[in-house]
């Protein structure tokens, strides 16, 4: 799929709406310089290689919640490696940071894995270590996350290759970073082909599953607003959040396939404006569904390490695990 220059700035406007018009017309510059660097270069799948691919990693860049500085660098991104366009160019167009920023993510680019597992870890030092500036591990994020969309055009081997490459790297160092939703993003792009028939297994597993809880899942919702509501004096924000794929078969293999053990393919988030509410909100659902006993757990007492807090519980919903 490619974008349209109408479209992409229609989406800045529409998803940074704090963005200046000096911004705006720097951007204007990176888009151009970029796609006369890319001119003539196709994708896989045949779409011309900077709307089908530099423009795409911008919008993700945006997703991931980054300013028109990375913006600029994720038009830029493949300049370097796969154009004429040197780093001193993008220096003296777009200035050092912009620059440097492109040229980290060249020096990522030709780090591979060669399927040797316990070259892994050292892998992800390396990644660390040549990217100083957190920025650019967020570019390379953006970059693989729109790889993996567009896997399908590659040849067999090469899609197992990142795939895997994706879950044993990428995925780790978006999860050090604190973005979870692009862990399981990640993870469940790369996971059809790096494991394709437990993929399969998991996949019709959970459908039956999400069907079989359907009703429940609503009456609990809709209970739990009410409940929540009545200890906290306001409508709380509830999300159903759906496990991702990956992270189920994970768990699935450390219960060694025992169904049963698993109850957390659906949750609901709870979201309130205090602390104080939060843990009111937790006592009002144990006041009005029993808690699986060992299940809670205190995310704000005791945050995780990458900085995520929040309570979480099982409770019991009379019609088995969900
Ligand atoms: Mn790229």
Redesign the pocket.
């Known amino acids: 799929m490619k974008i349209s220059r109408r479209a992409f700035f229609k989406y800045i406007k529409k998803e940074l709406p704090t963005v200046t018009f000096e911004e705006i017309v720097t951007i204007e510059r990176a888009y151009e310089f970029a796609k006369t660097a890319h001119a003539g270069q196709t994708r896989a799948n045949g779409d011309p290689y900077f709307q089908g ?2 423009v795409p ?1 911008a919008m993700h860049v945006i997703d991931l919640g980054m300013d028109s500085t990375l913006i600029c660098a994720a038009l830029l ?2 300049t370097i490696e796969d154009t004429s366009v040197t780093v001193e160019d993008i220096q003296t167009e777009f200035g050092d940071d912009v620059a440097s920023l492109v040229e980290g993510v060249s020096k990522l680019g030709k780090l591979k894995y060669r399927g040797n597992e316990r070259h892994v870890e050292s892998l992800r030092k390396f990644f660390v270590s040549i990217a100083r500036d957190v920025r650019v591990v967020i570019l390379k994020l953006a ?1 693989r996350w729109h ?1 993996l969309e567009t896997l399908q055009y590659l040849p067999e081997e090469k899609q197992k290759r990142i795939a895997l490459e994706s879950i044993m790297i990428h995925a780790p160092l978006a999860s050090r970073l604190g973005m979870g939703k692009l862990v399981t993003t990640i993870n469940d792009l790369a996971f059809p082909y790096a494991y394709p028939e437990e993929y399969t297994k998991t996949k019709k597993l959970m459908v039956a599953r999400l069907k079989k809880a359907e009703g429940t899942i609503k009456k609990i919702y809709r209970g739990m607003l009410v409940t929540v509501n009545a200890s906290i004096g306001y409508t709380p924000q509830i999300d159903k959040r759906v496990k991702g794929t990956y992270s189920l078969y994970k768990k699935l293999e450390r219960k060694h396939w025992n169904e049963d053990e698993i109850f957390d393919i659906v949750a609901l988030r709870v979201i309130t404006h205090t602390v104080a509410d939060c843990y009111s909100a937790l006592g009002a659902v144990h006041n009005h569904w029993r808690p699986v006993p060992g299940r809670i757990k205190d995310y704000i007492a005791v945050p995780k390490p990458n900085g995520y807090q929040s309570l979480h519980t099982a409770i019991f919903s009379g019609d088995g695990p969900i």
């Open positions: 691919h530099c990693v991104h493949d970059d790889n």
